[in-house]
Structure formats: C-alpha cells, structure tokens
C-alpha cells in the first residue's frame, strides 16, 4: 500500500518507524492521506483521499491502523471511535529476572501505538542503576539513566506517557538478601518503616528513577507487603496497628515524592488486606475505616488490581470501594503471562472483559493492563500481542466488540494470524470442550508439567483420568502448519507443545506400568521415550535460549539454564534407574514406588514448588 501524507509532519518520526509495520509504502501515486483534529478517533476513505481524525497524538497511530486494516479492501469507508477511556496503559515486568532489551522495548512500543495505548511503565524493583549502592540490581539485568531517557523520547514521539514504577515497601527481596541493605531492612522483601535510612534510599531511588521521564506521575508500589512491622521493626517498636505502620510511612514517602513535584499513584490492596485483619482484598465486606481514608495522602491515585482470581462480579463493587477512598482510580488487569511459557489468553480476555464492563459502569476512566513475568520470565514477550490488541480493542469499542473485529484489527496491525496465537494458550490446558473451569487454578496444566520431575510425578495424578499426551501432540503438529511473519514464534511454540507431549505420554504410562508390573512398557519408556524427550528437552532449551537473547538481557537467563540443565540430567537419572531395575540389579524404585497422591495445580506455581513442593 503506497500512501503520501498531508499535514503529518508532527507525526514523521512515528510514521517512519510504524510504516514498514504496517506494509506502508511512503510516496506519490496510491492513497492520499490527511490529518484532521477533531472530538472524535477514527478514519475515512472517499476514492485515493483519506483523512484520519484524532483527539491526542496516540489516536493518530491508533487511527493509522484502522485506515490501512479498512484500505485494503479498496472501498470507500467512514470508521468513528468514542473513547471510554482517557488513559489505556501497559506495565511491564523487569524485575523477575527478564530485563527486556532497549530494541524489544521500542518494537513494544511501536505495536502499542499503533493499539492506542497511552502510557506505559517498566515495572522495576532494583533493575535500574543506583550509582550510590553496589548491590542494587547487582547481577541482574538494570537499565541505566541514559536508556530509560531514550525509552522516554522513543515513546514521546507517539504520545505515550513514559513512567517511573518501582517498590516502595514491600517487594524488595533482591536487595534486602545484600548485607548492604541491613539498615533499611524489617523482614525479607518488606524495608524498614520509619528508619531514617530507608528514607534517605527512597529519595535516592525516586531521583534515580523520575530523572530520565518527562512525566510527572510515578508509580510507588506499596502492594504486598504481608509481613511489615514483624521483623526489625517489631523488634525496636513492638505491636503496632498496621494502620499506623502505613500511614506514618506513606506520609514520609509522600513528602519525598512532594519534594520533587511528583504525582504519585499506589496499588491500593494494603489498605483493604489490613481493614480485613488478614490478606483479603476482594472481600465484599471489608470497610476501610473513614479514619484511614482521611490519613491517604492527597491527591495519590488508587491502582485498583484484579486479574480475575477473586470473586466473579467484584470489579463492580471494589470499584466502589476505591471511589469511596475519595481518590482518582485507576483500574488494572492482567494478561495472565506470568504462568510458563504461554499466556493463558482465554482468562485474560474473560476477566479483562469484565473488568472495563465494571470500569464504564462506575465512570473510572483510566484503566492498563499489567505484563508481569513471575518467576523466571519464561514467556516470549510478543506472545502477549494478542492479549494487548484485544484489551485496547475492548477499550476503544466496547467490552462486546466481537470477534470479527477482534481478528480483523489484530491481523492488520501485526501481521500475525489469530487463530495462531489463540493456540499458543493451549501449553494450558484443552479449551476445545468449552469447559468452564470455575476453578480457575485448574485451566493451568502447563508449566507443572512442563518442570515436574519425571520420576517423582507430583501431578500425575491429574493426567491419569484426564490424558493431555494427545492434546499436546496434536496442537505441536498445528502450530507447524501456520506460516507468516511470525512463523518463528509458531515453531518455537511446537517445540514447547512436542515436549509437553512426550513429557505427558510418560507421566501417563511410567507409574501405571510399575505398579503392574509391565515390564514390556516400561522397556519402552527407557529405550524409547525416554531418549525422545531428552531429545525434545534439548530442542526446546535451544530455541528458548534463541529466545532469550533476542528480546532480554543476558543477565537472568541462568535461571532457565539451571532449570533445563535439571531437566536433563533427571532423565539420564530415570534411564539409569530404569536400566538397573529392569535388569534386576535393584529391586525397587523408590519413588516409582511412591504413591501418586493428587496434587493441585496452580496459576501461581513457581518452579521451587514444582520441584519440590515439601519445601515451597
């Protein structure tokens, strides 16, 4: 598509990058294309003349893509959008031993563009650099000043709002595990309240990190923060009410952030979990005492998140509860990326659904959606585009847009094919039936099979009356066959599906083999599947390191060498093991021997529980 554009120059640097995205070709003799401001996002087409209207600089990308997704069909078109929303935004996760690299942050970015997404954030604990502490972020992948400033011009030139996002009280386990860290620390992951040290780090990290962004906003955390005053603080200060702990030490944050001209936001669940004496957030009946409410600092956002795990039904009435609180609300959902090596999009676009049907219901105008990369960052990053086009789809039309749309947009902007990355959900669980699962935790077969041991079998037992060995091979041999622009992405999807396959087959066959005694079968599984899957252990280790070094820093990826290094050698350990009882050198195999008890899965496991769940 060839196209020559009037009254843009205000957008040239985005459209030079976004251009080659879309198959845009810039010059004379095709479609010729204007800029129009107007009180409305969208675009038309009469004959070769097109115009696209935008309320904000972003809607002009956003409104580029609905022009070339609706030209291609060469007809005469008037497309309109009204905004739910004032700001759509994404967080994404660093901190989890994924550092993206600058190149992978910029290609995000130019697909949120063309998505309409407003704001984004790094999400970062210790990954940036702090000149004045050694062991802040030390062996883990960080950005420096100069890289988050040039993320921030890179964003400007879409009218994305760029902002600091980092931990200010709970979640700071990296750098509490560091001697240096002793003064500002009370327990493990929680720093120390109202210790003049932490504070004199606080100011440190907020100057670090605000300096680079041109925004004024910043994201302080506070979430999480399960054990504070139970440590240290405890030990200088005795029983506290919790209250009192957060709120004296919101106060001296607060002053910090009003020091600098900073307009602080805060995820808002401390406030409920203490009113609920325990850890609830989505209980309905839990009151925030007015006497807190009068103690939140003004003019402090309230990130409201929920990722679907609580309560059906509770984004209407949470979202209430933080307009009660009698501050500006932001809504957060969550794109379920941080259970393996494939998002679960299934959830994501039921709960996100939700979630802005409740955000319109009670007027909150300013909704994001969280990326985070738990335990290890094991997700392809791009693997989410999907889950971003149809959020922001949701945002921009409606929380029924339908699925035509859906695919038409998403095909249009990435080049990706729909079905393609609907499947990659399948590393899941089966969705084909249309099962409900009202559990959620139970759609999440994936990742504990993929790292469970293959002698100790802890989640067996879910295989033996519900197979999945055929699941798995049958979607391996699907994403084969889709081609395209990420193809790449296709085959190292099959490569996590084959493994999953022979990794299941065995789980369904070696426990049930020794407890009959077949030996036949068992003979199999040594000379035959055994060697199979290590030979796919190695396949898929390969080209998840591929992976990795084209989207993350390096610093991070020993985490998953450790992981599929285990791996390996417990399937020599299991030919072994098998070699010398089936030749009569050992009578037994202990924990073949060991019954098979049912173990849950999880949307939270991590990789320690996994492997050995006695100590997780």
Known sequence: MVISFFGCEAFAEGLGRLCPILGVEIGDGGYSLRAEKADRIGASLSGKNGVI????????????????????????????????????????????????????????????????????MLYTEDSFDLPTRPHFGYMRPRYTEAQLRELDDYA??????????????GHMAQYLAWGEAAKVKDTASVLLAEEEETYKLLEEMIVALSKPFRS???????????????????????????????????????AITDKYGLKPMMWSDMYFRIASGGTAYYDES???????????????????????????????????????????????????????????????????????????????????????TNDGSETQPNMLLLALSFTAEMAYKGADVSEDVLRSRFEA????????????????????????????????????????????????????DRPMAGHYAAYAKKMTEYGGKWKPLYEHTAKLFDYLAIKTLIAEQLKPAYDRGDRAVLAEIKDTLLPLLLEKTVAVHESHRQVWRTYYM??????????????????????????????????????????????SMSGFVIYKRITAPIYG
Request: aromatic letters at 16%.
């Open 53 to 120: 209207y935008y309320k904000e600089k972003i809607h002009f990308f956003r409104a580029l893509g609905l022009f070339v997704e609706k030209a291609r069909f060469g007809k005469d078109f008037e497309v309109s959008e009204t905004l739910s929303f004032d700001t759509v935004g994404m967080m994404f996760d660093t901190s989890r031993f994924g550092g993206l690299k600058l190149s992978a942050i910029k290609e995000q970015l130019d697909y949120l563009a063309l998505m309409g997404y407003n704001l984004y």
């Open 156 to 169: 400007y030139a879409y009218g994305i709002e760029m902002i600091p996002c980092f931990e200010a009280y």
């Open 216 to 254: 004024k906003r910043i994201h302080i955390g506070m979430d999480e923060a399960w054990d504070m005053g139970r440590g240290k603080y405890l030990d200088r200060h005795g029983q506290v009410p919790l209250f009192d702990i957060f709120n004296r030490h919101m106060e001296r944050l607060i």
């Open 286 to 372: 839990i009151v925030v005492p007015d006497s807190v409410k009068e103690k939140i600092p003004e003019g402090v956002e309230m990130v409201y998140w929920h990722y679907g795990e609580g309560p059906k039904g509770c984004d209407d009435y949470m979202l209430a509860k933080h307009k009660a609180l009698g501050h500006p609300v932001i809504y957060a959902a969550g794109l379920w990326s941080w259970i393996g090596h494939a998002p679960e999009n299934h959830y994501t676009y039921e709960t996100t659904k939700a979630g802005i049907k409740a955000c319109v219901k009670n007027g909150v105008r300013q909704m994001m959606t969280t990326y985070w």
């Open 413 to 464: 902007i990435t080049g990706g094919d729909y079905d393609a990355f609907w499947d990659m959900s399948s590393y899941h669980n089966n969705f084909d039936n249309g099962d409900p699962y009202e559990n959620f935790h139970d759609r999440f077969f994936g990742k504990p099979l993929f790292w469970q041991d293959i002698l100790q079998g802890i989640y067996d037992q879910n295989l033996f």
């Open 554 to 599: 390096d610093k991070g990826w020993r985490i998953l060498d450790d992981r599929y290094g285990a791996m390996k050698a417990r399937i020599a350990t299991a030919i072994e093991e098998l070699e010398s009882y089936l030749s009569g050198k050992t009578e037994t195999m202990d924990e073949l021997a060991e019954a098979r008890h049912l173990h």
